[in-house]
């Protein structure tokens, strides 16, 4: 529902907001985050569109490069890949094309879906992919009050920025202003205060390394756990921070592991900070495969994300060489 208000309280402030994008009348897309839009803005600011999401994607960065405030959402992350070329070649390079004249305030929503069988085509984090372009910031909250703070300040921003939420947090509750807040790009959260291990989340990473703390503490081990909000740019300064106190990294990312933000984000930590490490960072991710279809094969496929995973693999990094 934060995720809801925040679009209610721009398009109620701003008339030149308005949503687009495939099933945005149906709550078996988007959930409860497009509840009432229709009633109460009309078909003219609330356009269900066919699925085709290359020409939705395409109208929507005419739109913003004409003044315009689109919102164009994806209820599955994976068929963005058909809006490649007006996200990746018109929207993130139209104000450096022109000078700096031309700005395209556009926010890309999409959603990334996990389990219930929905196997290769319908299980992907593709965050990384954004994330390397040059002229894209990349959003991806993890609490309900980063979910409404960061879609307005998203929607807020003059150029193109992708809303990446994942389907398995739309149950997390949390406490939201009804207020119109922001909450700033590329600024992290320090979730837990820690000193054996720095913890870095991505998204639902970040939420199941909150729930990993407490058990953590039951073993003597005390992690802080970073929740960087942003993956474009990363607040490497907070890591970093953390990181000199700890002398430990590990990074969850609900990604694949090869060319995923987990190395990005220790990369950066290691150019900035090697002499701080007292042993190599640690990446915790999905493996390099697609995601299977089957029940079991799923089961084991997302096993590393799960909370015992998380706690063990951790414990296993910092008893190895804690002194």
């Known amino acids: ?19 687009i994008g495939q099933g945005v009348k149906s709550p078996w897309y988007v959930g409860n985050t497009a509840t009432g839009l229709l009633d109460r803005f009309g078909e003219a600011r609330v356009i269900d569109t066919p699925v085709s999401e290359n020409a939705v994607t395409g109208a929507a960065v005419g739109a913003a490069i004409a003044g315009m405030k689109p919102i164009v959402e994806h209820p599955r992350m994976d068929f963005m890949m058909y809006a490649l070329d ?3 070649n018109e929207a993130a390079n139209w104000l450096y094309m022109s000078g700096g004249a031309v700005n395209v305030p556009l926010v890309i929503w999409g959603i990334i879906n996990r389990g219930g069988e929905q196997a290769a085509q319908h299980s992907q984090a593709l965050h990384a992919l954004f994330a390397h372009i040059p002229g894209l910031k990349v959003v991806m909250p993890s609490t309900a009050y980063d979910a409404k703070g960061l879609m307005i300040a998203a929607i807020k921003d003059k150029n193109p920025v992708l809303y990446i939420d994942d389907r398995w947090l739309y149950r997390v509750k949390g406490n939201v202003p009804k207020k119109i807040y922001s909450v700033p790009i590329g600024k992290g959260a320090v979730r837990k205060k820690g000193k054996d291990i720095t913890v870095v989340g991505i998204s639902y990473g970040a939420h199941q390394a909150t729930l990993a703390y407490d058990e953590l503490l039951k073993k003597g081990i005390s992690a802080e756990i970073i929740d960087p909000r942003t993956v474009k740019p990363l607040d490497i300064p907070l890591i970093l921070e953390s990181v000199k106190k700890t002398k430990r990294l590990a990074v969850i990312d609900t990604g694949w592991k090869t060319g995923g933000i987990a190395g990005e984000i220790i990369a950066s930590i290691t150019e900035k900070g090697f002499q701080y490490l007292k042993q190599a960072p640690l990446r915790i991710t999905l493996p390099d495969i697609p995601a299977p279809m089957a029940r079991t094969l799923e089961e084991e496929y997302y096993r590393p994300l799960s909370v015992q995973s998380i706690v063990a693999t951790i414990e296993t990094m910092v008893r190895k060489n804690k002194k």
Do not use: G, R, W
Not at 8 to 19: I, K, R
């Open 1 to 19: 529902m934060a995720l809801n208000e925040a679009i209610h309280q721009m398009m109620a402030e701003d008339p030149s907001v308005f949503l």
């Open 86 to 88: 007006p996200i990746l």
